[in-house]
């Protein structure tokens, strides 16, 4: 069946503008996660949501980031007034139930440039 | 944050060595997966081991886990050119059933 899905693969914006980066999951799967990946790093969590509602936003970094999953399919990160350290792969990750104690599948990811 | 922490930073062996990698960790753990990632992409799940299990297998890969020295180690054996990629342990701990803790990875490179 299908995989996670992200898009775009690649973002390439100005310091300052707006971006959406879209995931799409598994169907079916409750649990979604976002993450943030720097070169060299391991993923660092933003947000889960478990169904439509953010059960965790703590590892967002700050007010210009922002998640939604209006229908709990789809999810959308939104960030405002991009800024060049915001540059990162943002990877997605769905799984059946609370991905503590069931796999994590990710998607491809985007990769975010703030020029 | 990050609270695992994968040892060597770098690995880089002949095809068909076996190699091994090591996970440590800080919190008390419901379980520990490990997770392969080629060019800075998608992750791949690759196997996960919960904390009453002390040894797991999937392929050519081995999984040990020491809950009393917060360790693992993840084995590749005969090792393959497809094989060169980033390895990262996430630590699922008792507190939270949901969220993972990751290391920065182990880089592997198997040369032909």
């Known amino acids: 069946g299908a995989g996670v899905s992200q898009t775009p693969s690649n973002k390439v914006t100005e310091k300052g503008k707006y971006v959406e980066l879209r995931c799409d999951p598994i169907?079916?799967?409750?649990?979604l996660y976002w993450y943030r990946q720097s070169l060299g790093q391991g993923p660092e969590f933003l947000i889960y949501f478990q169904g439509t509602g953010a059960a965790d936003d703590s590892g967002l970094p700050n007010d210009r980031f922002f998640a939604v999953r209006p229908e709990g399919s789809v999810s959308t990160l939104k960030i405002q007034r991009t800024e060049r350290g915001d540059s990162a792969v943002y990877l997605c990750a769905s799984s059946l139930g609370p991905g503590g104690q069931d796999t994590q599948y990710f998607g491809p990811g985007t990769r975010l440039t703030v020029l | 944050s990050q609270q695992g922490e994968e040892d060597p930073q770098a690995l880089s062996i002949q095809e068909g060595e076996n190699a091994t990698m090591n996970c440590s960790y800080k919190t008390s753990i419901n379980n520990l997966q490990w997770y392969r990632q080629n060019s800075g992409r998608g992750l791949v799940h690759l196997i996960l081991?919960?904390?009453n299990e002390r040894e797991k297998h999937s392929g050519r890969l081995r999984v040990t886990l020491d809950t009393s020295k917060k360790s693992s180690s993840l084995l590749i054996t005969a090792s393959r050119a497809a094989d060169t990629a980033s390895y990262f342990c996430?630590?699922?701990?008792?507190?939270?059933?949901?969220?993972?803790?990751w290391g920065a990875g182990t880089k592997l490179i198997i040369k032909p």
């Open positions: 996430a630590t699922a701990s008792m507190d939270s059933n949901y969220q993972l803790i």
């Open positions: 081991i919960r904390s």
């Open positions: 169907s079916g799967h409750t649990a």
